[in-house]
C-alpha cells in the first residue's frame, strides 16, 4: 500500500497535523507515544490528543502495558489499522463524490448572476426580484459563466475516482490475504486433529498389546 494513499486517508479525517504520524506508524507495530512525540517534537499530551481522535476513527488501536519504572503507569503503544482506515477513506470519498455530482449538476441547471464588483452571487430566480440590480452597490447583475468551475468540479471528481479504485484494489488485497490466513488456520487445524487421532490411535494399539501379553503370560502360569 502506499504510503501516500494513507497519508491523504488520516488527512481527511484528522487533518494536516497528523501526517507526521502515518510516517512513524507506517508498516510498523505497537509504536511507544513517547517515541512519537519526540519525532513530531509535540508533548505527549498534544501526541495523545491526535492519536485519540485517530482511534475515535478507528484508524489506529492502542496497546497498554504497566511500566515498573514508572511506578506502575501505563505506556501506550499504538498500531495503524489498515482495514478500517480504507473502509472509512471509502465511505469519505464515496460521499464526497455525492456532494460534488449534486454542485454540478446544480451548476449545470440553474443559472446564476453575479455582481463584478463585490462578487456576491445569486440565483436567476432571485436576481429577477431585485431587477438584475446588487443590493449592495446597485450595478447591474451579470450571468455567470461557470463552465471553469463545473470542469474544476468534473477534474476534482475523476481524481476522487481514481482514490475510490485504488482504495477498492486495497480492500480487495486485504481481503484476500485474510481469507488464505482463514485457509492457512483451517489447515492447521485438521493437521493438528488429524495427529491427535493418530496419536490416539497409537495409545490405544499399546494399550490393547499390553493387555494381550498380560492374558498371555496369566496363561501360561
Ligand atoms: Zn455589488
Not at 166 to 187: F, S
Not at 193 to 220: F, G, H, M, P
Request: with cysteine; aromatic share 6%; glycine share 4%.
Amino acid at each position: 500500500m502506499r504510503i501516500e494513499l494513507l497519508k491523504e486517508i488520516v488527512n481527511s479525517i484528522i487533518g494536516e497535523k497528523s501526517k507526521g504520524i502515518v510516517e512513524l506508524l507506517f508498516e510498523k507495530e505497537n509504536v511507544n507515544e513517547f517515541v512519537i512525540a519526540k519525532k513530531l517534537n509535540l508533548t505527549i499530551n498534544q501526541t495523545r490528543n491526535l492519536l485519540y481522535k485517530l482511534s475515535d476513527e478507528g484508524l489506529v488501536s492502542v496497546s497498554r502495558k504497566k511500566n515498573k519504572s514508572k511506578g506502575g503507569w501505563y505506556d501506550h503503544f499504538w498500531t495503524l489499522n489498515l482495514e478500517k482506515s480504507l473502509l472509512k477513506f471509502k465511505e469519505v470519498l464515496l460521499k464526497k463524490k455525492e456532494t460534488l455530482m449534486q454542485s454540478a449538476a446544480l451548476k449545470k441547471s440553474t443559472r446564476f448572476y453575479v455582481c463584478e464588483t463585490c462578487g456576491i452571487e445569486v440565483t436567476e430566480e432571485q436576481a429577477l426580484m431585485q431587477d438584475y440590480t446588487c443590493q449592495e452597490c446597485g450595478q447591474l447583475l451579470v450571468l455567470k459563466d461557470n463552465t471553469k468551475e463545473i470542469a474544476t468540479i468534473e477534474k476534482e471528481y475523476a481524481h476522487l475516482d481514481k482514490d475510490l479504485a485504488e482504495v477498492l484494489a486495497e480492500i480487495a488485497i486485504l481481503d484476500q490475504k485474510n481469507a488464505k490466513a482463514g485457509q492457512r488456520r483451517q489447515k492447521a487445524f485438521e493437521r493438528k486433529k488429524a495427529k491427535d487421532r493418530a496419536i490416539k490411535r497409537i495409545a490405544s494399539a499399546a494399550k490393547r498389546k499390553s493387555t494381550l501379553e498380560k492374558n498371555k503370560s496369566a496363561k501360561k502360569k
